[in-house]
């Protein structure tokens, strides 16, 4: 169980630190709020991906994988995809703001709300949970049990969560040395990032 532990540890932050729509938010909202708005981005992201384990844990992610399901799920990531893409695009092309503060609990919301929004909509994250038990399997655990789950759950969520606070203080300690051109570079990035992985999830959704 230890080996399975530091196993699931181990993929859990190679997971989170793809860069990813998640990191995009993150940095997008971070470049403004600081660290708080960026952990609450982190998250919420890592609240929508605990409820895909506990999902996939118990088999009931195998309902998402219908197509009656996916589809509107996968049109509805797109949608706030694209939504944030456009916010992203909009503060590139404006001025730099004068104070980058916004610690707000309004805005904390909203960031976790984001970073909630992101994960539970995004289907490549039921494949991936439906597919828990294999995984386990690969990691050591020849007959996976309630123990190895919850022991690999409890690993993954682990390092998600230190990632969280990792990832939003470089975000935190970034936004400090921002310069106007900087700033405008950032965003625009963001926003076609943003905007490719929404491009993607329809394609991924066509082609299905």
């Known amino acids: 169980m230890t080996d399975l532990f530091i196993s699931a540890f181990a993929l859990g932050f190679l997971f989170n630190a793809a860069p990813g729509a998640i990191f995009a938010e993150s940095l997008r909202r971070g470049m403004v709020g600081g660290f708080a708005q960026a952990f609450a981005v982190q998250v919420g992201s890592l609240i929508g991906d ?9 088999g009931a992610a195998a309902l998402f994988t219908l197509p009656l399901v996916t589809q509107p799920m996968a049109i509805l990531g797109a949608a706030l995809l694209g939504w944030m893409a456009w916010q992203s695009l909009r503060d590139g092309i404006g001025p730099m703001p004068s104070c980058l503060v916004s610690s707000s ?23 991936y949970w439906a597919a828990l038990g294999g995984t ?73």
Request: net charge positive; hydrophobic share 60%.
């Open 136 to 208: 386990i399997t690969t990691l050591g655990a020849a007959d996976p049990d309630g123990l190895a789950f919850f022991v690999f759950i409890t690993g993954f969520m682990a390092s998600s969560f230190l990632w969280c606070f990792v990832c939003a203080a470089g975000i935190g300690w970034t936004r400090h040395y921002v310069s106007p051109v900087l700033w405008r570079v950032l965003n625009l990035t963001c926003a076609a990032g943003l905007l490719f992985f929404a491009l993607l999830t329809l394609s991924r959704l066509f082609e299905a």
């Open 50 to 58: 605990l409820i895909w384990a506990v999902l996939g844990l118990f």
């Open 105 to 127: 609990a309004q805005s904390r919301k909203s960031a976790f709300a984001a970073g909630a929004g992101l994960s539970l909509s995004n289907p490549m994250n039921i494949p």
